[in-house]
């Protein structure tokens, strides 16, 4: 079964996608910007204010899913300049104190909105 996660705490999606699809006890979050979600558009500063805008809006839909950020197994992470990397690293860590989930992370030419980071999240319904 294939169920589609929504929330108005989290921003709307910029294209014809979901915000998180839900299937088997796996929950697929589409990637997240620095969006503000009571604005509807990116909020300003540098690496470490988006990365937290991001995670914030990640733990938005996990919460609206059921799920917090201990259910998250994989993030794939977007950067427009890896020289933002050790930033973002500070901000991202501070989410997974214990037992970090695997992760991947790239540098891009270029991401929505000019947004300087994007994540996506893989997480399960059991701990």
Same mark, same amino acid.
């Given at each position: 079964?294939r169920?589609? @996660?929504?929330?108005?705490?989290? #921003?709307k999606?910029?294209? #014809? $996608?979901?915000?998180?699809i839900?299937?088997?006890?796996?929950?697929?979050?589409?990637?997240?910007?620095?969006?503000?979600?009571?604005k509807?558009?990116?909020?300003?500063?540098g &690496? +470490?204010?988006?990365?937290?805008? +991001?995670?914030t809006? @990640?733990g938005?839909i996990l919460?609206?899913?059921g799920?917090? $950020?201990?259910n &998250?197994v994989?993030?794939?992470?977007?950067?427009?300049?890896?020289?933002?990397?050790?930033?973002m690293n500070?901000v $991202?860590g501070? $989410?997974f #104190?214990?037992?970090p989930?695997?992760?991947?992370?790239?540098?891009?030419?270029?991401? #929505?909105?000019?947004?300087?980071?994007?994540?996506? +999240? &893989?997480? +399960?319904?059991?701990?």
């Amino acid at each position: 079964m294939r169920k589609s @996660i929504k929330t108005d705490k989290a #921003p709307k999606a910029i294209g #014809p $996608y979901s915000q998180a699809i839900e299937t088997d006890g796996y929950l697929f979050l589409s990637g997240q910007l620095a969006i503000d979600p009571a604005k509807g558009a990116m909020i300003d500063g540098g &690496i +470490v204010e988006q990365t937290a805008q +991001v995670m914030t809006n @990640i733990g938005s839909i996990l919460k609206e899913a059921g799920l917090d $950020y201990g259910n &998250i197994v994989k993030t794939t992470i977007f950067l427009s300049d890896m020289g933002n990397f050790q930033k973002m690293n500070e901000v $991202y860590g501070r $989410y997974f #104190p214990d037992s970090p989930p695997a992760r991947s992370c790239f540098e891009v030419s270029k991401l #929505p909105l000019n947004a300087l980071i994007e994540i996506e +999240v &893989i997480a +399960v319904k059991a701990k």
